[in-house]
């Protein structure tokens, strides 16, 4: 009888060590970062055209520099977080347009904007490669010779980060 006992109170240990177990790797991150957008052959497509290029740290107007990169893809293309994150940010930005900021373990924030739709809100959890929104032309990309494209910030303790590095 308390051998029974026993034996189901390991169960019980068992089962709630799987729970815990499968709720921490479901929020883990699989890999350092993911690239916030899914291209053919993982090769990433920068934006250039007649209104500028989409690299890091590329001349803007006046002294400003661009702080990101822009990731060239269609209209409607699915948008994800590159780690698991906190959203701190979910907003309309004049420059940016919609916009999501999310804030990750490390001190590491990434910043997506030009977005068409956002399906996060502030404060919300997200995992890594969970859809966030979608691409497209709101804020200063809105001009039409402007190709369409996701403006990505990574930035670590306010330091603008050349994403490039980081995403492979
Ligand atoms: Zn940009």
Known sequence: ???RLIGFLLFICLILFLLYSGY???YLD?????????YKQDTIIIRHDSYGSGDFLAERNGARKHNG???????GTAVYAVRGAKVIGARFHKGLGNYVE??????????YGHLSKVEVKENQLVRQGQKIGEVGKTGNAGYRGIIPHLHFELRRN???????????
Do not use: N, T, W
């Open 102 to 111: 999310l804030l990750h373990p490390q001190g590491y924030v990434s910043i």
């Open 30 to 38: 699989k890999a350092f970062f993911f690239c916030p957008i899914e």
């Open 69 to 75: 990169i822009d990731l060239q893809a269609d209209i």
């Open 158 to 168: 306010a330091l603008p980060l050349d994403p490039m590095k980081f995403l492979k």
């Open 24 to 26: 921490q790797l479901y």
């Open 1 to 3: 009888m308390r051998r």
